[in-house]
């Protein structure tokens, strides 16, 4: 994150497909979720090619559904969908979990803040950065890098929704960020 803020990380893009990036994320951590008996669904999509860094967008949904399988009940369920937009594609992660206190969610994309103090990195089963409190804020840098956004969309008590959306044209890219 530190080299990322000296503008010292490199961003290597090239062309991909954010629906088949999205599945191989989602199907990467279904062993973690079937632990918990969680359901991971991924909605059919139609191809979605981007321009973007795969290992950093890996790394994004990686932790968003990391976060999602932490706090979603055994038995819950975690829906990972793609589309196009206007200009762009989005992803969207849904859990069924207990949703983020209100007065937590402005901040959830800060470095090291954490909702819930008694959750430790002993705690986790993924071994991500969970716990440190780094994953929304790095899943949020990668979005901003790719010049497009990510947003907590809804988070109650029947679920948390974070939504990421991404340009798909080449040329607004530039090598250096």
Known sequence: MTRADAGQYPVNFRELYLDELATDCAHSVRT??????????????EELPICGDESLLSRMLLNL???AIKYTPPGGKI??????????AQVTVTDNGPGIQPEFQPRIFERFFRADQARTRANSQSGSTSGAGLGLSIAKWVAEAHHGTL???????????????????????????
């Not at 973690?32 to 999509?45: G, Q, R």
């Not at 990972?80 to 206007?86: G, Q």
């Open 79 to 88: 829906t990972v969908a793609t589309s196009a937009t206007a200009g762009g």
């Open 65 to 67: 559904l990391d976060n």
């Open 151 to 177: 947003v907590l969309t809804r988070s109650d008590t029947s679920g948390t929704v974070f939504r990421v959306s991404l340009p798909t044209t080449a040329g607004t890219f530039s090598e250096a960020n």
């Open 32 to 45: 973690l979720a079937a632990a918990k008996s969680i359901t991971l669904a991924v909605e059919p999509s």
